[in-house]
């Protein structure tokens, strides 16, 4: 499908000249085609190529009729015993326009009771919808009431088949129940008032979970033998729904059709859905087993949105023609209110005031004004607008408080645990690659909140401690890491004066606390704290084993934070086996404590292949729980593990490949200026450098230093290294006005935070010489390379030490220390690394040789320093121009001009192309220049000599 | 576990939401479509025994004689059936691959795999099916010609009829869409 390249812009006008030209006998249209107004020509090559299939069509059967296939081996209908995904067919129980259900059975055994396979019919492609499945079946997991049929599984088949998984349900539909199907009497209004509680109770549950049906109806409620109800297709519509919603017409007939008898007014305008549209439905349906009747008639589908949007229901005790207590038209025409904030605010509610008509008590159905004022300031309706993932995301969030305020309002004190799990949970999956500017983040909404919770809950302690830490959760996983911590501290202050040190309250305050310490690398502070912690969480363990996963994998940040690399493996394994055996593979805890094991065994010394093994388990580990999806942020984040124990087996180019594809995925789901980019574009940058590719590691590490300017704490280890990947960049790059300053900066900061002897500092130092000499302080360059080494650093490495004050000398004129230093730098070299080092470490030797004269060792020299880039499939880079330059001339200090001209024109040319303003680039012009003259081309000596002149090199 | 049936209004209620006569007008007509696409595809049947007009308006007069559509549901009937049959000439030609593929082969996706394996009949209904979502984009209505041509069968005149445009109007959707088609699948 690459071919057909209109948008729908262009398109209409490229119709009605279509339309103008088919209208001409096919002989006339090559003419008409070429009196066309010019303002016409940016279409003409398409609706040429166009009008030449024309000629080809016109005269053929193309698409006369569907061609033949053989069907033979297919049997008459969808056959039972058939296997979709993981599952084989038993036999059919219904089908309709969404698709088919059949009673199925996993074929693996797995899940051991008979299921309901949902085969939905997908009319043309869905992009994303095996992402869409997989994030809502890893919601609708969640639910787990007696009253709602469960979710097994939801996914795709290799072929594009959707199917979801539900638990098989025997029973009959609600309204089919009521009416006493099959000989049974009609249900009386008290038992039909009753199961209506049970359903408002499962939908209330959902809710409290952020889960919301959107198609609630009689044929989704079944009612089995004993009179219970069970709630099907939870949450169902919205898989099914977000993508055809933005496509064409043809899904009008397409799934999505939604009954809209039930059908809400926001949900008839399309808009974002929230809990009310249930809350609607649920007075629907009280309305029809109230009066056997719809609140509006059924007509048509315009008469019947009219009416849903427009006009007044008709009372229930008037419809129903018979006599109804007050109450109950109160409740229903109160569920039923046009405006979502009329209505109830929770499901809860509406089951409460059933009840309470029940049992004769006084119904409260009168709006709850707290309740509107807090959903109001969520700001609901100015959230949602667009699908995409990350507007989602805000919406969700957006929803998770208006239902968590609004059921504080109405059970403050037994529902705070639960209400703290389920909006944790909504932001632990909220990735930390969030970005801003959206009408309202997620981040702004909890800023708002929590300035709000101090008044708010002044006087219930308890509530307002879990609201600080759920609060402080949120900001946290959103990077908001200062108001994060302010929000838990007070989280634990409250806690240790209500409970006390020892409570598991207060336990969970000070775990959050720590993860905030370790968030923002207060060292310090978390070494402190964490032996405690870690034997309180073990003491807790049976009861919160996430408390003490949590501590372990901190336990492990700290170690490496803190450079002892051995410690950190033994708890990250042990957080993984813990996490592994209580949450299961699918918790976003486990899959990061899988990752941080990758990433503590690579920094553990051991060798290239375990870390590789371990690093492609850890990635297979984290696609298996996402489903595949590269765009996950815990499937990014592992990527960039194992993108570098790929680089530690030397497999250098497949790293660089994956990485480009993180940067492809990131940027297409978080955008181009989202963290995720920015990291995976620093990651990359180093290893471009490596092969050549300098241009491409300036613009990543400078595009992804801009990125977290704004995001991140500027004495963070994240920017510094993204500094410091940008200043090196820049160096190779020859930039090194630019490179100085931010050689600078990366330089204090190692000297700071690891000391002036650690191996970062020392090698950042040399660098920083390298561009104090290339800058022309000489003087300042060879002080700095001259300071002595006094390190006790593992990584020390003396023959790079000696390599770099080799160029350092060869920079600041000192040619015979220059050959002096990079001899014994080339012959330390060794290990995997010995290759990448020997170009610039033989170029610059070459070059120290010319310098002193010594040109035919220069030109062997220099000629193995190329060698040695082509072996490595190096792309062009300033130092092979360098090598280029050198032999140039080498050439002409041997009398051989006509052998110079090649290496100085592809250095210039290379210059030219790459950074023509470099004064790097004046060298080659220069020698290319004699080089012309000699060959007795004046017009090119001329101008290379004018362009060695604007670049000073003369 | 029954799903309620397809709640369009393509097909109205006749009367006071008798849900189980919307619930037989698509299993019946579902049934019927299924064994003419079937009948459609497969080259020894095609256009002789079962026609798309033929079956669709029988189905529909059946439904119509018993009260349970009016007489100007035929357009939306038409228009509801096409998209049936889409569906089910794509899952007909979608199943054949799974099977040709051993039913559990894995990886491969008909998007981008089409030009390796496929044989050509396949293929060409499996992109037609896809460029129409793109066409759709351009020109809704000269993607529903085609699935009623194309995939459903229906004359120029009972396009016409259906999407209550002129036949000419149908002829130059249709001229239009296979150029672009053409240029797609080419």
Redesign the interface.
């Known amino acids: 499908m690459s071919k057909l390249r209109l948008d729908p812009a262009s398109w209409s006008e490229l119709e009605r000249l279509l339309d103008e030209a088919l209208d001409r006998p096919p002989a006339a249209r090559a003419a008409w085609l070429e009196s066309l107004d010019p303002k016409f020509d940016a279409l003409k090559p398409q609706l040429r190529a166009l009008l030449l299939r024309a000629a080809e069509v016109e005269t053929s059967d193309f698409l006369a009729t569907l061609p033949g296939v053989e069907l033979d081996a297919i049997a008459a209908t969808a056959a039972d015993g058939r296997i979709v995904g993981p599952y084989r067919l038993v036999r059919e129980l219904g089908r309709g326009g969404m698709g088919s259900v059949w009673l199925a059975e996993r074929v693996d055994g797995l899940i051991d009771r008979p299921l309901a396979l949902k085969l939905p019919h997908v009319i043309g492609s869905f992009p994303g919808l095996a992402e869409r499945m997989a994030r809502e079946r890893a919601i609708l997991a969640a639910l787990n009431h007696p009253h709602i049929a469960r979710l097994y599984d939801a996914g795709l088949t290799d072929d594009g088949q959707p199917y979801l998984a539900l638990e098989y349900v025997e029973g009959r539909p609600l309204d089919v129940h009521c009416r006493g199907a099959d000989d049974a009497q009609p249900l009386d209004l008290r038992a039909r008032l009753r199961l209506l509680v049970q359903v408002a109770n499962a939908v209330a549950y959902a809710h409290g979970k952020l889960i919301v049906h959107r198609d609630l109806k009689p044929a989704n409620i079944l009612v089995n033998a004993d009179g219970y109800v069970r709630l099907l297709d939870f949450g169902i519509a919205k898989i099914l729904d977000e993508g055809a919603a933005r496509d064409s017409a043809l899904t009008e007939f397409g799934p999505r059709a939604l009954t809209p008898d039930y059908a809400s007014p926001e949900q008839i305008r399309g808009e974002p859905l929230t809990v009310a549209a249930d809350i609607y439905a649920l007075g629907v349906l009280l309305y029809e087993l109230l009066t056997d009747r719809l609140p509006y008639p059924r007509s048509s589908r315009p008469e019947l949105e009219h009416a849903i949007l427009n006009l007044e229901a008709q009372r229930p005790s008037e419809a129903a023609g018979r006599a109804l207590r007050g109450d109950l038209d109160t409740i229903t025409l109160k569920a039923l209110k046009k405006q979502p904030e009329e209505r109830y605010a929770t499901a809860n509610a509406f089951a409460e005031d059933i009840a309470r008509y029940l049992d004769g008590r006084p119904v409260l159905a009168r709006p709850d004004s707290a309740a509107y004022r807090l959903l109001k300031f969520t700001g609901r309706h100015k959230v949602g607008v667009a699908a995409s993932s990350a507007a989602l995301l805000t919406i969700v969030a957006g929803a998770a408080i208006s239902v968590w305020q609004a059921r504080v309002a109405i059970a403050e004190k037994e529902h705070a645990q639960e209400i703290e799990r389920f909006v944790v949970g909504i932001f632990q999956e909220a990735d930390p690659y969030r970005q801003a500017g959206r009408p309202l983040t997620a981040a702004e909404l909890l800023r708002h909140a929590q300035g709000d919770i101090g008044e708010r809950f002044a006087d219930r302690s308890a509530l307002r401690v879990s609201l600080l830490g759920l609060v402080g959760t949120g900001l946290m996983n959103l990077d908001e890491l200062p108001a994060a911590e302010s929000s838990v501290q007070q989280a634990v202050a409250d806690a240790v004066s209500l409970y006390g040190q020892e409570h598991l309250e207060t336990l969970r305050a000070r775990v959050l606390l720590a993860e905030v310490h370790a968030a923002r690398r207060n060292n310090a502070a978390l070494r402190q704290e964490l032996p405690q912690l870690l034997a309180a969480a073990r003491a807790v363990v049976a009861q919160e084993p996430e408390l003490l996963i949590r501590m372990l994998k901190a336990q492990t940040d700290l170690a490496i934070e803190e450079s002892r690399f051995d410690e950190g493996e033994a708890p990250a394994r042990e957080a993984f086996q813990l996490a592994l055996r209580t949450l299961g593979p699918r918790d976003a805890l486990t899959v990061g404590a899988s990752t941080l094991q990758a990433e503590a065994v690579m920094f553990s010394r051991a060798p290239p292949e375990v870390v590789l093994a371990e690093a492609q388990r850890g990635l297979d580990f984290a696609l298996a729980a996402y489903d595949g999806r590269e765009d996950n942020p815990r499937v990014i984040q592992m990527r960039d593990v194992h993108i570098r124990a790929l680089d530690a087996m030397g497999r250098i180019d497949d790293a660089i490949a994956e990485g480009d594809r993180i940067i492809a995925s990131a940027g297409a789901t978080f955008g181009p200026t989202s963290l995720a980019v920015a990291y995976a574009m620093m990651n990359t940058t180093r290893l471009r450098m490596r092969v050549g590719d300098v241009a491409t590691a300036v613009a990543h590490s400078r595009q992804s230093l801009e990125i977290l300017r704004s995001r991140i704490d500027p004495e963070s280890r994240e920017f510094v290294y993204a500094r410091a990947s940008y200043a090196l960049a820049l160096l190779a790059a020859r930039r090194f006005d630019e490179a100085l300053p931010e050689l600078d900066a990366v330089l204090r900061f190692a000297e700071t935070h690891r000391g002036k002897d650690s191996w970062d500092a020392i090698t950042l130092r040399y660098q920083h010489a390298v561009a104090l000499a290339s800058l022309g302080r000489d003087a300042e360059a060879r002080a700095e390379a001259a300071l002595p080494v006094n390190t006790s650093a593992e990584e020390y490495d003396e023959g790079w030490v000696n390599r770099m004050q080799g160029s350092v000398a060869l920079l600041t004129g000192d040619y015979e220390a220059a050959v002096e230093k990079l001899r014994i730098a080339e012959q330390l070299l060794s290990g995997s690394r010995a290759a990448l080092r020997l170009p610039p470490i033989l170029t610059h030797l070459g070059l120290a040789q010319l310098e002193r004269g010594d040109s035919a060792a220069a030109l062997a020299t220099l000629t193995r320093a190329l060698q040695a880039s082509d072996a490595l499939k190096l792309r062009m880079n300033p130092t092979y121009a360098d090598a280029l330059y050198g032999i140039g001339r080498a050439h002409l200090a041997t009398n051989s001009p006509a052998a110079a001209l090649a290496p100085l024109e592809r250095a210039d040319s290379f210059w030219r192309e790459f950074d023509a303003d470099n004064v790097d680039g004046g060298p080659a012009a220069y020698w290319l220049s004699r080089a012309y003259a000699l060959a007795g081309r004046k017009t090119d000596a001329e101008a290379a000599l004018a362009r060695a002149r604007a670049l000073r090199a003369i | 576990?029954?799903?309620?049936?397809?709640?369009?209004?393509?097909i109205?209620?006749a009367q006071?939401?008798d849900?189980q006569a919307l619930?037989s007008v698509?299993?019946v007509t579902?049934e019927d479509l299924?064994?003419l696409a079937?009948s459609?595809?497969?080259?020894g049947g095609?256009?002789t025994l079962l026609d798309t007009s033929a079956l669709v308006h029988e189905s529909y007069l059946r439904f119509a004689n018993a009260g349970q559509l009016r007489i100007e549901d035929r357009q939306h009937f038409l228009?509801?059936t096409s998209?049936?049959m889409?569906?089910i000439?794509?899952?007909?030609?979608?199943?054949?691959?799974?099977?040709?593929r051993g039913?559990?082969?894995?990886?491969?996706?008909?998007?981008t795999g089409l030009g390796d394996g496929a044989p050509?009949?396949?293929a060409?209904?499996l992109?037609?099916?896809?460029?129409?979502?793109?066409?759709?984009?351009?020109?809704?209505r000269m993607?529903?010609v085609?699935?009623m041509r194309?995939?459903a069968?229906l004359t120029e005149s009972e396009i016409a009829d259906a999407l209550g445009v002129t036949e000419r109007t149908v002829r130059?959707d249709w001229?239009?869409a296979?150029?672009?088609?053409?240029?797609?699948?080419?």
């Open positions: 576990m029954v799903e309620a049936p397809p709640l369009t209004d393509l109205r209620r006071d939401g849900a619930k698509f299993d579902y299924r064994r079937r459609r595809l497969s080259k095609r256009g228009r509801y998209h049936v889409r569906s000439v794509v899952d007909l030609v979608r199943s054949k691959l799974a099977e040709r039913g559990g082969a894995r990886h491969v996706t008909l998007n050509a009949a396949e060409e209904i992109r037609v099916h896809e460029a129409l979502e793109q066409l759709a984009a351009l020109n809704a993607a529903e085609v699935e194309y995939f069968g130059r001229e239009k296979r150029l672009l088609l053409a240029e797609t699948l080419s």
